[in-house]
């Protein structure tokens, strides 16, 4: 599945299906109190790889210690594969099979998107 090449219908049976398992992760106090500890004005003032190492270490502890269930929960939507399937097979596998769901097209139109709200603000 490529998040791109979803219709609109496909689309929104993925974000009914997503929807709880990050809501749940978002909503989290230790979630809450890794992203307050990350300030998103400083992080955009980093190199892009300095941003997501931040980024990485204080959220992905928090949310595989404290939400595995619904990690998997959200990977097994985007890579249509059951969560015991994911647990089991390879990490680069399912590296692999992330990367194929956020393809090219869908990074362009966030970037765009994103420039277009700067040249507003």
Known sequence: MKLSQLTTQQLADVLVRLTPPLCRILRDEATL?????????????????????????????VILQHHAEDFYAALSVLTEKPPEQLRQQSGLTTITDLISVWDGELTAFFTSAGSAEQERS
């Open 33 to 61: 109190a890794a992203l307050d500890d990350l300030s998103f004005t400083t992080l955009d003032a980093q190199p892009p790889l300095c941003a997501a190492s931040r980024l990485w270490e204080k959220l992905v502890p």
